[in-house]
């Protein structure tokens, strides 16, 4: 076993549903320990960071308008941030969350449980979990600033001014 962070969104599709308090729900089955959250609107540079790899992608459009919550308005065009910690946290969150494709997700998965396909061919998945660990701690950077986090996970340094950090890059950057 290995302690990992995973990185989790509660997409505007589930706020919109009112699913944000049952998948939190579900989510506690992990036994992981939920270490930042936050409710926030996705900002188009914000989205298109963490979607970088799937640019040129024939879904990538409709990816973006999702996340960003322009498919579905205000109010509900939120996401819940979440980064959760503890024994390969990424493998029991992906398991929990279920197959992307909600119709092929198994019935007791976050998906299986409240993700749908609408008639216009929309997967509304409910969340998003981080893949591997670099994918997690590429995303946890970009949803959070290091004060934001209720644990020491990246070395940090104040900088000079109040509220900035200064992150130190991870190896993997180098």
Known sequence: MSIQRSLVLIKP????????GPVLTKLEETKL????A???????????????????????NQLMEYITGKIHGAPYDKVVALVYEGDDAIQKI?????????????PNTVRGMFGRITTAGLFENVLHASAT??????????????????ADIYPTKKSGTTR????????SEL
């Open 33 to 36: 320990t939920l270490i930042a």
């Open 38 to 60: 936050r409710l926030t609107r996705v900002s188009p540079q914000l989205a298109a960071d963490h979607y970088a790899q799937h640019v040129g992608k024939p879904f990538y």
């Open 164 to 171: 900035a950090w200064e992150r130190i890059p991870a190896v």
């Open 94 to 106: 992906r398991s929990l969350a279920g197959d992307t494709n909600p119709e092929k997700a198994q």
């Open 13 to 20: 599709d589930a706020v919109r549903r009112s699913l944000m």
């Open 133 to 150: 660990p670099l994918e997690a701690e590429r995303e946890i950077k970009l949803w959070f600033q290091p004060d934001e986090i209720l």
